[in-house]
């Protein structure tokens, strides 16, 4: 009863705080129309604001205090973790354990503090540029721009600390799921403005049939990789604990095809969205100069050289991320330590290598499917000539964060269960 009892506090827990961030998104900064912000969101459906928009929920188009989403912490968290391979400080902090990850935790938190307030100074200064909103700002003194600056600011480290309350408290990863919370909630008026534009264009009965399918079977490939498994089989050597010899027995060790999940996604989004979008700030401000102008364009949204840096960016985030998380010479130190071994490989290097000859295939594959999902909204949009944005990236930022949630409650379950089967063996050994 105490499993299934901290099971239903935990989930509770995760609904409140995603309830609090939902009530958060409508709060607005004050001195901002946010008349003309709907307006240019309504009339600017496939832009790059629409969808780092679509990351935090809709508050950008509301001028929320959480417009900045957690952004700022997701950037920091992959310059901390970079710095980590670079800096024998911080290298050294990562060996240390619990303690160490606890001040490489500090140090993320003073760079998300740094990062967002230049972030939020560059979004503040640079909205009123963008053509259609020069009546964005109703008063546009110091006393707007200092008050806009600290409410974003703080908007983001309560985020980042409700992220990191969900994580210790919750089930699953906590910003993982503030994103997914904010993708979900603007599902039911994307899908409402898509219905309404197919019923004034008029689209063959087949023609949505076909878009139906694809998204339906976009679904399935999601799930079917990310609960795919490489099984490689392990053998356990016969071990003699007092009078008794235990016989040997085979296990498996499983390996995930994307063993990077979704981190790979909101990485690469996080690092392109900012300065995508600054650049196109800076587009508007010198929109005098020709010369840069024609720079500017290389790095509008679908455009080849983005697109391309978006897919290099995901690429890379596969293989670095993968590496942190499953080091294979712990993994085959391990193994032999527990008097394991692969059939036909030695202990020890040998193991090593064969492992990570298996994960480098893996990550290589699951980089592949990583990148077709994420360009599937571009090929739908270029060759289908789809009306409204199919989002490959929040899609599979959204199965795979169910997915976890799901496996999670499933493990809790399955640990309740197993409490059970020994309270009854207990009082089977008593009486």
């Known amino acids: 009863m105490s499993t299934l009892y901290n099971l239903k506090k935990r989930i509770i827990l995760v609904f409140m705080a995603i309830i609090i961030f939902r009530i958060g998104s409508f709060i607005p900064i004050p001195g901002i129309d946010i008349n003309v912000l709907e307006q240019f969101f309504f009339h600017k459906n496939s832009s790059l604001l629409t969808i780092f928009n679509m990351f935090s929920g809709g508050s950008l188009n509301r001028a929320s205090i959480f417009a900045l989403g957690v952004m700022p912490y997701i950037s920091s968290s992959i310059i901390i973790q970079l710095l980590t391979f670079l800096v024998p400080h911080l290298k050294h902090l990562k060996k240390e354990g619990e303690l160490g990850r606890k001040k490489i935790n500090q140090y993320t938190k003073y760079v998300t503090l740094l990062l967002s307030i230049i972030q939020s100074i560059s979004v503040v200064s640079g909205l009123p540029f963008l053509p259609g ?210 059939p036909g490989i030695r202990p020890g290097i040998r193991t090593s290598q064969y492992i990570k000859k298996i994960v480098l295939k893996l990550t290589t594959i699951g980089s592949i499917y990583t990148v077709f999902i994420c360009l599937i909204p571009d090929i739908m949009q270029v060759y289908l000539k789809v009306p409204f944005y199919f989002g490959g990236t929040s899609l599979l930022i959204v199965v795979v964060v169910l997915i976890e949630f799901i496996i999670q409650i499933q493990t809790l379950m399955m640990s309740t269960k197993y409490k059970k089967i020994l309270k009854k063996a207990n009082l089977y050994l008593k009486s």
């Open 133 to 342: 909103m020069n009546n964005l700002v109703i008063c546009a003194d110091r006393y707007f721009y200092v008050i806009s600056v600290i409410s974003l600011v703080t908007g983001t480290m309560f985020l980042m600390w409700l992220g990191e309350f969900i994580t210790e408290k919750g089930l699953g990863n906590g910003v993982s799921l503030i994103i997914f919370s904010g993708i979900v909630s603007s599902l039911p008026s994307s899908a409402i403005q898509t219905l309404k534009v197919m019923k004034i264009n008029q689209f063959n009965f087949l023609y949505i049939l076909l878009i139906a399918f694809i998204m339906i079977f976009v679904v399935f490939i999601v799930v079917f990789i990310e609960k795919s498994q490489r099984k490689i089989t392990v053998c356990y050597a016969r071990r003699q604990q007092g009078q008794r010899m235990h016989s040997a027995h085979n296990s498996y060790l499983p390996l995930k095809l994307n063993m990077a999940g979704v981190v790979p996604v909101i990485f690469s989004s996080s690092l392109i969205l900012f300065p995508s979008i600054i650049i196109t700030y800076f587009r508007y401000i010198f929109h005098n100069f020709f010369y840069l102008i024609q720079f500017f364009n290389y790095f509008k949204y679908n455009h080849s050289i983005y697109l391309l840096i978006n897919i290099t960016l995901i690429i890379f985030f596969c293989f670095f991320y993968t590496s942190i998380i499953f080091d294979v010479r712990d993994t085959a130190i391990n193994l032999k330590k527990s008097s394991a071994f692969i």
